[in-house]
């Protein structure tokens, strides 16, 4: 049973740079499995925000995809995500998930509460 | 994007009630469609993918069908459990998107 688990700063200056990591568990990372990144905010919802295969290929949320850089490191067995240039809007709940054979998201960790705020 | 719309927002039911959530995609998805429950201060779960397949470990009260633009999340007998909020996810085309979510709140 995969378990993930998010880590990094609850609070970022706008403009700054938004950087978590997801260490992954129970499971390789280097298993048929992309890595997902997806934020929850009042405002919009649920938001998937990017995706990482172990090879390094990404796929990111069109509407980010300017901000947003994601990245693997499979000896220490987890994936992480940076959002530059942030604002108020990127203030979410953001989780990271692992996605089954039809792109849904079957495995999430608790997800950690990010604030941009000065 | 694909724009998934769920109905009814919110939803009063009882413990033993049969309850059913829409949710309709803007285009079609054909079974591309995923449904996951949420608790407050938890991260979703995922209950059904590919529109109609329970996840291992999920009761069998919960079941989905649909299929093209239109999908359904029945839970055949509700549980004090099941008072949550539940969202549909279409992975049929990137970005992946979600509705908006379904409330289930005790009578």
């Known amino acids: 049973q995969v378990q993930l688990q998010e880590s990094g700063p609850g609070l970022v200056r706008p403009s700054g740079t938004l950087s978590l990591i997801c260490a992954v568990s129970?499971?390789?990372?280097?298993?048929?499995?992309?890595w997902s990144w997806v934020r929850q905010s009042p405002r919009k919802g649920l938001e998937w925000v990017g995706e990482?295969?172990?090879?390094?290929?990404?796929n990111y949320n069109p509407s980010l995809k300017n901000r947003i850089t994601m990245s693997v490191d499979k000896s220490k067995k987890q994936f992480s995500l940076n959002l530059s240039s942030v604002t108020a809007a990127d203030t979410a709940v953001y989780y990271c998930?692992?996605?089954?054979?039809?792109?849904?998201?079957?495995?999430w960790g608790q997800g950690t509460l990010v604030t941009v705020s000065s | 994007d694909i724009q998934m719309t769920q109905s009814p927002s919110s939803l009063s039911a009882s413990v033993g009630d049969r309850v059913t959530i829409s949710c309709r995609a803007s285009?079609?998805?054909?079974?591309?469609l995923n449904w996951y429950q949420q608790k407050p201060g938890r991260a979703p779960k995922l209950l059904i993918y590919?529109?109609?397949s329970l996840q291992s470990g999920v009761p069998s009260r919960f079941s989905g069908s649909g299929s093209v633009t239109d999908f359904t999340l029945t839970i055949s007998s509700l549980q004090a459990e099941d008072f949550a909020t539940y969202y549909c996810?279409?992975?049929?085309?990137?970005?992946?998107?979600f509705g908006q979510g379904t409330r289930l709140e005790i009578k």
């Open positions: 998930a692992s996605q089954g054979g039809h792109q849904e998201f079957d495995h």
């Open positions: 129970g499971d390789s990372i280097s298993s048929d499995t992309w």
């Open positions: 990482i295969y172990h090879t390094g290929a990404t």
């Open positions: 285009q079609s998805i054909s079974t591309y």
């Open positions: 590919a529109a109609s």
């Open positions: 996810q279409q992975s049929y085309s990137p970005p992946v998107t």
